[in-house]
């Protein structure tokens, strides 16, 4: 089945590129292209695409309100809700925590290879998290130090084995499944298995919320 997805962009020449770009794959379909925020949420709720590539910054309604309000909807049986990556012309934005924490997939720079793009569609599409690679370990530094953030308790994380919690601490300081695996001196097919036990038993979506987690709750600190 093919991937449907949503290009949102205030930008029409940079809109019709991406949609081109990503459409020209035999596995996309592009289902829509909006101009802002506000168009998104609409085509979103029309469309249902599985994938809605999101400017950040746009009139009307900008990329973080749209986002906010597509990933709180409630979809019908046999629905899902969909993936949102977001685009950015800067490796540091303002908007970055705040987009993790409402479920965002991932960030990729609006200047990414156009190889890059595909796979980053293909992989958010497949309910995987994405962070632009060259800019990961900055970027989660950045919005685990931006503005005030709730305490959270620890308690949350009772239910993690001492290797889970090891797993979750170098998930959050920005560690591949392989750097892990390399760390920790298991399998990398051993890792996936436990970032999935991670993800299930915190009810998260995905390996970025696991991040945001990881810092709310002090397992992980800014610079740790």
Do not use: C, W
């Not at 293909?122 to 953030?149: M, Y």
């Not at 915190?202 to 919320?209: A, C, F, M, S, W």
């Amino acid at each position: 089945m093919s991937i449907r997805v949503l290009v949102v962009d205030d930008q029409a020449m940079v809109r019709e590129g991406f949609a081109a770009l990503l459409g020209a794959q035999v596995d996309i379909e592009i289902v829509g292209q909006a101009e802002d925020g506000a168009r998104a949420v609409e085509m979103a709720a029309e469309h249902r695409p599985d994938v809605v590539l999101m400017d950040v910054r746009m009139p009307v309604m900008d990329g973080l309100e749209a986002a906010r309000i597509i990933l709180a909807d409630t979809p019908e049986a046999g629905q899902s809700v969909p993936h949102v990556l977001m685009l950015t012309t800067f490796d540091v934005d303002d908007y970055v925590y705040d987009a993790l924490k409402i479920g965002a997939s991932g960030f990729l720079l609006k200047d990414a290879l156009a190889d890059e793009l595909v796979a980053a569609v293909r992989i958010v599409a497949a309910g995987d998290a994405l962070l632009a690679p060259s800019v990961t370990k900055r970027l989660i530094e950045q919005f685990a130090q931006s503005g005030p953030r709730p305490a959270r308790s620890r308690e949350k994380l009772d239910g993690l084995t001492e290797r889970e919690r090891e797993v979750m601490t170098l998930v959050g300081r920005g560690f591949s499944n392989h750097e892990i695996a390399a760390d920790l001196f298991i399998a990398e097919q051993t890792v996936k298995t436990h970032v999935s036990k991670i993800l299930a038993k915190l009810g998260l979506r995905d390996r970025v919320q696991m991040v945001v987690l990881a810092y709310d709750t002090g397992l992980v600190e800014p610079g740790g």
